[in-house]
């Protein structure tokens, strides 16, 4: 059949996905921090080590998207197009090269979650809000100095962190931690459940047709909170860098498979 | 103790809603419709009768919102400012007006459902999706004609309403069906369940700062669906008139009882 | 027309609620502890005193209902029958009676939470979560001393109670807070938003062919937690008195106003 | 690290899953139907053929659930062991034998669907209610004839399925059609995203320590809906077999996998 994903069906709609190219287009609030780089040290993959400058630098995303497939289907029904999701991203060195690569993720769709674990992203469901800019009346901030946005996200009903930023000035990019192409491990184990696995690769990828519009500088607070099973906390923030606010497009097509096995 | 409402605690935090007045900002997908004037008069308060022109018209309105009080503490927690809703609005002359009056309404947060009674809104808990402009890529209609936007309602895991929008021209005014003061009935029963009211009202109520941008009218198409416990299928539509979106700002503080008892 | 509440048309059908009688069957687990009193006056409606035995004790109880109107209609499209629930419970002495009251409560349906505002309760909505007894396999306790349950209750993405117990020995009744006939207040503003109201109401009412089944004490831990808009941490435990397991079935009729306006 | 999948962390309490073995509690409602063989058909891995006798048989089968691993701790924490889901099997020959194998699956909770993309589960998220029986009170149905129960699937807001049987008499097996070892693949695209696979298996799978209760045969009604994107209609009924109401608890430990690339 032709289905990019299960379920398989002669159609190809029942697919959790269609075939890529993916757009998206959406806004995103970042809080970039350090905290201690031997934190950072162990989410790296194998062979990679710390990035050679400000090694522990961590930035926490909150993005609030609008995706479809080449057909934009998706975009009349919006339940299918819109979700929002919160990410770590962290940066390491390897093969003479800089790169962001994601530890934690929290998304509130399927569709995007299983989107996710093709590109190498560990996602997991959450609860995701962020404030939006407005236009028109009070409720809100405008995209100016002063105005204040908050972010939380939280799962199986505990809140993992609370972000709120305060716009100063406009900014030429919403930050460096999330700069560099993804490297990510895809990783599946055997269905024989004995340590042995059925496909175990370190992949990058990147989009294409990025656009970044709106982009602010802001001060910013972030509070992260212990949970059993959702450990942010382990990236605890020891010093806040900045925030951002910006939109956001690209698309995406493929990765690259670095190493298997 | 000083809470708007319950619950009650002595900061007054634990209430669902906060005093008045409330600021709302947000973006609203319009489809306007007649169906058969008596459909609608079937939805008329005691002692109102049909309007005397366009008796029929009906308009189903999605709402992306952000809210919050007069504090604007919600704004940076923003699970507890945002909320979408779709409600049908009709129209009536009472007392030699003319009157707006919403007989339906789904939301999905339950503060923004209580202060729906307040102000005499018959709210429930539905799911509710709408497509959002975008300024960057491709994810999305832009706000210029052709932009293609999809709106649904869902309650109880079946749909009852899907609207595709198709923007044609800028327009002065969002639609004619929801401009005019609205006319509620308020209404709760007595706690011995005979039939006899402890609150039984005929309010109007409107905004003030209202403020609205970016209106678009558009071509539209509409699906309403049977739901056994939802039956917007009762206003169902015979003829589509047209379609809107648009932004939109109101402050709402207060609202007058016209009749009680 | 014939709805006992609002959406009202003419077959009642689309009504948030039935008409009563409504009927549960369901089962619950409770932690009975003390805080110290004066937090538990903080509650009481005017005129009463706390309770002359025991003035700090707290109820807080988990429940899992299956619920329905008179025609049993809900019971086969189960998602408008299930529901589940949090809620606290407090004593007090008034008109040289002893009354249980609810000061806190959250549920995770909208007819659920409109129910309770016919019957005084003050309803949010939240997230809940409560072990379920088993008869087969491994996952989960049995109905035997040592089974091990856990309940939670979570707002807006922030848990507010965690309550674990250990079933120890049969008991002859779950718990003494929850007992007596409830005394609630009905309160809506009216729409002026002034300070004054169109129902202020003092009423009490009980179910009728109440059933309990499989009642076991447990030893109790209870976590409660600051949540800003939800404040169960004004009645902070002190001293856990025990827990309780047991199935719980009632019917609900009507209720008395004691007092009005 | 020792994390069974990903978040991987140090302690891998972060993992969506933890290691086998899993242990699962819960009861099901089942309707077995006739569809056109050759729906099937279009359903069957490759090699495979339809079953010799009854070749149009389906099952569609909801389960409510608690789950947990082998240190029991999402017991109590219930948020995380308990979900429900609802699933079509279908059966096939293949290799000498008759396997069941499951084309759509719906859950609603994020470790049950990546527990089952593990065990070759075409798994997306969905409301899932179903009836349960009670033992007090009115509110439901008792195990005994003339028990009637409701079970329903949607997703994305729209109703894929709705059942509703009522027990006749006690059973000695749930049905045929759910009764075989599973044949499932498992799947997933490289990278690349240009056709080629990263992991493309042949497995199969069956839990141990199976324990069944409580097993009632019914009479059923099955309405199955079209949904653009969640074609359980492809395997339309054409002639309802019977239900069953039954609890169930199985473990599971690990499959086999049978073909790979």
Known sequence: M???LFPQTPSGRSSLIPSPPWHYSGEMITVEYRTDPSNVEAFLPEGAKLAGEDPGAVALIWADWQSCGDDFAEITDPVLAQYKECFAVIRCDWDDQTWSRCPFIWVDKDFAMVRGYHQGYPKKLGDIWMTRPITVGK??????????FGATVSRAGRRIAHARIELTEPATSPGFVNGHPMLHNRYWPAIESDGSASMTELVTM?????????VWAATAQLDVFEAPNDELALLEPQEVIGGFYHRVATSWKSGTTLRSG
């Open 2 to 4: 032709g289905a990019f």
């Open 139 to 148: 409720a809100g901030p405008r995209l100016e100095a002063g105005g204040r």
């Open 206 to 214: 990147s989009g294409y047709d990025g656009e970044v519009a709106d």
